[in-house]
């Protein structure tokens, strides 16, 4: 079974509109959660980490985690057609050291102008 | 920003081929791994390894071996490739201390095994 899941597969918002995307652990272990970004033709980027309950905004994303039920968003406001991407959410046992990172499938989002 | 460089970007072999794919990173970080990406998979660790000399067994690192041979290098082995082994491959570093512990990605190795 997947230990992290993402949804939707696949999601499209016009430039300037709101991209939410969700993701879930099944496994109580994974307390710590990033996004990762990635691109066509390169390697994933990190966007955000965040490891305790509520929200983080950096610029134009927020992230919101609820740890009870093991979930995280990724909200994009105002987006652009440079946020069109693979989005992971990623999530870890650990805030530091070994950081081995469990992948969901990804969310590959589409802004068009 | 980290930088992390795999070679080649693109290998095409025969199945029962030998394949090593090669990375370095310039960042003094402890930590690389190997990861796979597959459509319907998302990002699949194979190996990783905390220093030199050092190799841990990742999720799914059946038909790979992996060596650290110093702190900058680490190179993917698959000795006797088979078709299900082509993928787009991933090599990242992280630096493993600190509370915000970020992966840096190369650009990746696309391998076709014929």
């Known amino acids: 079974q997947q230990k992290v899941q993402q949804s939707p597969e696949s999601l499209s918002v016009p430039e300037g509109g709101m991209a939410s995307l969700n993701c879930t652990s099944s496994?109580?272990?994974?307390?710590y959660f990033w996004w990762y970004r990635q691109h066509s033709g390169e390697g994933p980027k990190a966007l955000m980490?965040?490891?305790?309950?509520g929200d983080k905004k950096e610029g134009r994303f927020t992230a919101h985690l609820n740890k009870a039920s093991l979930h995280v968003s990724l909200h994009i406001r105002d987006s652009q057609p440079s946020d069109s991407a693979l989005y992971f959410c990623?999530?870890?046992?650990?805030?530091?050291?070994?950081?081995?990172?469990?992948f969901g499938k990804g969310t590959v989002l589409l802004v068009s102008p | 920003e980290a930088a992390v460089t795999q070679s080649p970007r693109n290998k095409v072999t025969v199945t029962g081929g030998n394949v090593t794919l090669s990375c370095r990173q310039t960042n003094s970080h402890n930590y690389m791994y190997w990861y796979r990406q597959d459509t319907g998979h998302g990002l699949r660790l194979i190996h990783y390894s905390y220093g030199a000399g050092n190799l841990q067994i990742g999720d799914v690192p059946d038909g790979y071996k992996a060596t650290r041979t110093t702190q900058e290098d680490f190179f993917l082995l698959l000795e006797l490739a088979s078709p299900s082994q082509t993928s787009l491959y991933f090599c990242?570093?992280?630096?493993?201390?600190?509370?915000?512990?970020?992966?840096?990605f190369g650009a990746g190795t696309r391998l076709s095994v014929l």
């Open positions: 990623a999530a870890s046992e650990h805030d530091s050291g070994y950081n081995k990172l469990t």
């Open positions: 496994d109580r272990n994974f307390q």
């Open positions: 990242a570093s992280s630096d493993g201390g600190g509370r915000v512990n970020t992966l840096y």
């Open positions: 980490s965040i490891f305790s309950d």
